[in-house]
């Protein structure tokens, strides 16, 4: 793990954010268990299965059927189109537990004046799930999503997007995201980035340059990760 922080000195007009894993929580191991007892394997063979298949999915390859088949075929099992819907609507809920923390940090920064940018690897269905139910999303000024775009982060080309439709330069966009590979590529490019592990730690990263508006941190059941043993994905 990287340990660059970042540099307070540049100024920062802009602040892109990751969705999974730093708007809302990971879901647990029990909560993605739902999904692999669907398909007759354990968590762990079907974890693995999961984390491995995710790209072209994410990247608007192949639509929800056509995934959701090809995870049954590579578990020689089989679904119909009732267990479908039911495997769609359980990832959608799995990745709705909201991080209460960072939405704030985000109205804040929004009310602030800095622009505000949404970047993150997600398929069709949840896309258009945040789009339609959170109205905390409206306090993005620009949102990138890997299944429109057709492009993945670590590529360059969807930081570069998400910096074009901002309207800002990478040096002036600080980037936050859970997983390093995403982090090291907007280093590449020149953003300031940080890889977020919990709101108190960003805190605290945040604090030391002397950035100017950082979260106000709460422990509650909003912001804890839940029962069960967490896992960590790329979304």
Known sequence: MSTERYDGSSSIKAVILDYGQVLVRCPTQEEFGRMAEMFNVSFESFYELWEASRGPYDRGDLT????????????????????????????I????????????????????????????????????????????MENFDFKTFSCEVRLLKPDPAIYEHSLRGLGVAAAEALFVDDLENNIQ??????????????????????????????????????????????IKFQL
């Open 185 to 230: 590529a907007a280093r590449t490019l020149g953003m300031r980035a940080i890889q977020f592990r919990s709101a108190a730690q960003l805190k605290d990263e945040l604090e030391a340059p002397g950035f100017s508006i950082v979260p106000a941190v709460a422990e509650s059941p909003s912001t804890a990760a839940g029962a069960g043993q967490e």
């Open 64 to 91: 929800a059927k056509e995934y959701w088949l090809k995870l049954a075929a590579e578990t020689n099992s089989s679904i119909n189109r009732e267990q479908i819907e039911i495997l769609r609507q359980v990832e």
């Open 93 to 136: 809920e799995i990745w709705s537990h909201a991080n209460r923390d960072m939405l704030e940090w985000l109205r804040q920064l929004h009310a602030a004046g800095f622009k505000t940018g949404l970047l993150s690897n997600m398929p069709v269905d949840l896309m258009t799930y945040v789009l339609a139910n959170f109205e905390w």
